[in-house]
């Protein structure tokens, strides 16, 4: 055999595409909580110390150290029991919920601000484009019953069977559901002519990324073995957060669909090709939930889903806690006839 | 029809300057570690694989090179070369450590495998074994690599790094250590020690 051939014989040698998934991210987990991390801390901490003490007494330095620096955490439940017990604390009886919340994405579609008010069972919701403060929609639900003023919707028929619900806004996304599969239709941007199809199951949900309140969140967390306490971050500005992060590498997909006629008619093939197993292994995604807890309030900041493919971060819905706060109850709140509200009737 | 998903750049960037401040904050905070670990996991357990042609040991070796870059991180001299480099050069290390203490280094069976299972055994084990049994299905691969791992520790790099991880010469000389013509002969080298291997 002459050089050539072999080296094409060389080069033409495949390995499985498979890569131990469990075994991997048990790997990450461990690195994440290494002992290693937990030291370059302690020599952070330890740097400030020389230096306070530097400039001021050391007895002061010491005391000014204890009351200012955050109680460290060695793992994810130390720490949410920790935050849990703050928001308990800040929980206001007969009070009104009011949570402002800004949710942006790395492909650059609409950012929006949500206003929600929750009493009880009534909730109102109300969205705005971020960027122009243009209304979006407005959502009450008051004595069992859904009342709405939302903008012209797109509707996908797939060919399947199905359970169509209002999209949130006017993102014009669709959600639709089979036994399994559930499905996120959104444009890639408002002049696009491309959609991006997500497929999931059950194990990651983006109605759980944009409807929960941080203290549900919080007790979610809880009872979910896959979160890690992934340390802390200083930011440019010296806050200092805490972060959780849970990785949930179950078989999700994402694809790009031209938004044309056909759009329905691809959307349907992708799911039947999924639900078959026939979809290519390269459009599997990873979701990466990371949590950053602030610690001067000890309330969550910042969640991001991270979408991520080959290791690389591909998308990334994010969700800032702009303001929460406990006020006193008003009936009007939750008045859809105040508000100009029609009764919403799904189909 | 469906078209491949448009990589967004990624949030940290692809350059060498962001993969070098990347690096700064990996000595100090986990996520960024996280980071590194994402992009350059699945490429060193497939190079570790191409060596070993055992999943369980390219499992093993790929977690304690891991483990090793972390703890040697404050030690890594950013020199515009990839981090990834870097990560190889220890990952074969390891593996010709491995070897060199296992002379008569003999892979388990699939049947052994299958026997060591039991009702406890954890969905990392199942995992393993469907990982094993994929790779044992690459007869090209796996007749390749018998005759690969007659050769010295050192023309086995090569080989795989130049043809199975396609890297350049450059890229194989910063992994090795060793200047570029000197990796150009053992590739040279190599290559006639595998022809003379599937002669006889």
């Known amino acids: ?347 | 029809m469906d078209q491949p998903v448009k990589r967004l750049k990624p949030a940290t960037g692809d350059s060498l300057e962001n993969e070098r401040r990347l690096i700064e904050r990996a000595r100090t905070y986990p996520l960024a570690f996280g980071e590194l670990f994402d992009r350059y996991y699945d490429q060193v357990y497939r190079y570790l694989l191409h060596r070993t042609a055992n999943v369980e040991l390219a499992r093993d070796i790929a977690s304690d090179t891991f483990h090793i870059a972390l703890k040697k991180l404050w030690l890594f001299r950013w020199k515009q070369v990839p981090f990834s480099a870097w990560l190889f050069r220890i990952a074969t290390n390891e593996v010709n450590g491995y070897f060199r203490k296992h002379k008569n280094y003999k892979t388990i069976s699939l049947e052994d495998f299958v026997d060591l299972l039991t009702e406890e055994s954890s969905s990392a084990d199942f995992e393993l074994l469907q990982s094993e049994k994929e790779l044992q299905q690459k007869s090209d691969f796996m007749r390749m690599h018998k005759l690969l791992s007659q050769l010295n520790a050192r023309y086995q790099s090569v080989i795989v790094l130049r043809f199975f991880e396609e890297k350049t010469l450059s890229e194989i000389a910063e992994i090795l250590g060793k200047p570029e013509g000197t990796v150009k002969s053992l590739v040279h080298r190599a290559l006639e020690q595998l022809k003379e291997g599937m002669k006889s």
């Not at chain 1, 008045?335 to 100009?340: F, M, Q, S």
């Open chain 1, 1 to 347: 055999m002459d050089t050539q051939k072999l080296i094409e014989e060389l080069e033409k040698t495949e390995l499985p595409e498979r890569v131990p998934l469990t075994s991997k991210n048990k790997l990450r987990r461990q690195l994440l909580n290494a002992s290693y991390f937990k030291k370059a801390s302690v020599r952070r901490s330890t740097i400030r110390y020389v230096i306070s003490t530097a400039v001021t007494a050391a007895v002061t330095a010491v005391v000014i150290l204890y009351i200012m620096t955050p109680p460290t955490f060695s793992s994810a439940n130390e720490l949410l029991t920790h935050i849990e017990s703050a928001y308990t604390r800040l929980a206001g009886d007969g009070q009104i919920h009011y949570l402002r919340t800004l949710f942006n994405t790395l492909s650059g579609r609409t950012p929006l601000e949500e206003e929600e008010w929750s009493y009880g069972h009534q909730f109102s919701v109300k969205t705005r484009n971020a960027v122009t403060g243009e209304e979006l929609g407005y959502t009450i639900k008051t004595n069992g019953k859904m009342y709405s003023r939302q903008h012209v919707q797109r509707k996908f028929k797939f060919n399947i069977e199905e359970k169509q619900f209002p999209a949130k806004n006017n993102d014009k996304s669709i959600r639709t559901e089979t036994k399994d599969l559930r499905v996120m239709v959104v444009p890639l941007r408002e002049d696009s002519k491309t959609l991006q199809v997500y497929i999931f199951n059950d194990a990651w949900n983006p109605d759980s990324f944009s409807k929960r309140t941080p203290l549900e969140i919080v007790q979610s967390l809880k009872t979910d073995s896959l979160v890690t306490y992934a340390g802390r971050e200083t930011s440019s500005d010296g806050n200092i957060y805490e972060v959780l992060e849970v990785n949930h590498s179950k078989d999700l997909y994402l694809f790009n669909v031209p938004d044309d006629q056909k759009a329905s008619q691809t959307i349907s093939k992708l799911i039947s090709q999924v639900e078959k197993g026939e979809s290519p292994r390269s459009e599997i995604i990873d979701v990466r939930e990371i949590i950053r807890i602030d610690m001067k309030t000890n309330k969550i900041f910042h969640v991001s889903h991270s979408i991520r493919q080959n290791g690389y971060e591909i998308d990334r819905f994010d969700l800032t806690f702009l303001e929460e706060k406990y006020i006193n109850y008003d009936p009007n709140v939750f008045d859809p006839l105040r508000n100009n509200l029609k009764e919403l009737v799904l189909e």
